[in-house]
């Protein structure tokens, strides 16, 4: 069974990208998707994350979001403590399902991860390709999510740069421009990797089926997290491919404010530049 790891940061389109793999026939695990699940209502790491930070932060059978979110981003232990709980059974469920489709014999399979870790995504796919995208991008698709400028940034600032996106990958792809380019892209870059081990698929060059799939500037499912961006867009922050790291690389605060300086100052630069 040929893995292709897909990974990128929020914004940067790597679920369109995904999606795109989804409808020319290939199966795709999320992990965003499994995260969400495992810490809903009598999901799997309820009971652990019940007994650990008590049964206030369980909601009706759920981690209650808002509550937890209080908490670990004025906890540092906390927040680890919460991605340590949530990452075992992430990785679990997602090896799982790899294990059951090559036993069906299922020819290709995509891993869809916000962050490329080791352990349950690097040493179990093939070949990784990272999506990337302009800060002026990602910033227009997490407005339509309902992030502010300043909360956009923040996110941004907290995860890994392209350089180290890069440095893992195989080959990036660039979500800068329309639709018809990011699947040209598709089809020159992954197609390419399938065409070469013999395996047939539906071209990536397909016409859509919708108006919303038109977009490249909407992601077709949206990243989800165990903060929850529809509770409160604010205080969620993304859960990585490991299953729960919400903030990996930042932990000064002053390092962070200075990074999202950084990036404010070249965004006003370009703009001015224009």
């Not at 502010?148 to 350089?163: C, K, N, P, T, V």
């Not at 990797?193 to 499912?221: C, H, M, N, V």
Request: proline content about 2%; hydrophobic content about 40%; aromatic content about 4%.
């Amino acid at each position: 069974m040929f893995v292709i790891g897909i990974t990128g940061g929020i914004g940067s389109g790597k679920t369109t990208v995904a999606d795109i793999l989804s409808e020319a026939g290939i199966k795709v695990i999320s992990a965003d998707k499994i995260s969400r699940r495992v810490t809903e209502k009598d999901g799997i790491a309820i009971p652990e994350l019940e007994e650990t930070f008590g049964e206030e932060f369980i909601k009706d059978g759920a981690l209650d979001r808002k509550l937890t979110a209080s908490l670990v981003f004025q906890d540092r232990k906390a927040l680890d403590l919460l991605n340590r709980i949530v990452h075992r059974y992430v990785l679990a469920e997602m090896g799982e399902e790899l294990d059951r489709l090559e036993e069906k014999r299922v020819k290709v399979v995509a891993l869809d991860v916000p962050i490329p870790v080791k352990r349950g995504f690097l040493d179990r796919s093939d070949v990784v390709f990272t999506v990337w995208s302009d800060d002026e991008s990602r910033l227009k698709r997490l407005a339509k999510r309902g992030l502010s400028r300043s909360d956009a940034l923040q996110r941004i600032a907290m995860q890994m740069s392209r350089e180290e996106y890069r440095e893992i990958a195989d080959a990036e792809i660039l979500n800068n421009g329309g639709m018809d380019d990011l699947r040209q892209q598709i089809e020159e870059i992954i197609g390419g990797e399938l065409r070469e081990r013999g395996i047939r698929y539906k071209s990536f060059l397909a016409e859509e089926k919708s108006a919303q799939k038109a977009d490249p500037d909407t992601e077709l499912s949206s990243e989800t997290d165990i903060l929850g961006d529809e509770e409160n867009p604010n205080l969620a922050a993304e859960i990585d491919g490991e299953a729960g790291i919400l903030s990996p690389d930042i932990k000064d605060t002053a390092k962070l404010e200075t990074k999202i300086a950084e990036m404010a100052n070249n965004l006003l630069s370009d703009v001015e530049a224009e």
